[in-house]
């Protein structure tokens, strides 16, 4: 990606760059999408992805953890989250979702990011 100069996450990749989830996506691969999208622009998302749950985190409240700790860069927050395994945060929901994505027993190749 740096190479057509992406430097940061406000460049996102466009629709005329090639990125692997296209090349899974055009290979057969169903390809799900659970959480925040910082890697691609709106039209990218057609040639590159099946299906896309923005599922991640909990957008609201600080940082659970403190600087220093090992779970200062989870984005798990304080208000309505629970630290742990928590049924209260984005995280656990894409962890569920991707269970009964795989439970469907789907026959085509799939790829979850």
């Known amino acids: 990606m740096h190479v057509?100069?992406?430097?940061?996450q406000t460049h996102l990749v466009r629709s005329y760059e090639d990125n692997w989830l296209k090349y899974l996506k055009n290979a057969g691969y169903y390809v799900l999408w659970l959480g925040k999208n910082d890697m691609l622009?709106?039209?990218?998302?057609?040639?590159?992805?099946?299906?896309?749950?923005n599922l991640v985190g909990i957008k609201m409240g600080g940082n659970a953890f403190s600087f220093g700790t090992a779970?200062?860069?989870?984005?798990?927050s304080e208000e309505g989250a629970e630290l742990g395994n928590s049924t209260k945060n984005g995280d656990y929901a894409a962890v569920v979702a991707a269970v009964e994505f795989m439970q469907e027993r789907r026959y085509e190749p799939f790829f979850i990011w």
Do not use: I, K, M
């Not at 057509?4 to 940061?8: A, K, P, Q, W």
């Not at 622009?41 to 099946?50: E, G, I, M």
């Open 4 to 8: 057509l100069g992406h430097r940061t």
């Open 41 to 53: 622009a709106a039209d990218s998302f057609p040639d590159s992805v099946t299906e896309w749950h």
């Open 71 to 76: 779970g200062y860069y989870s984005f798990l």
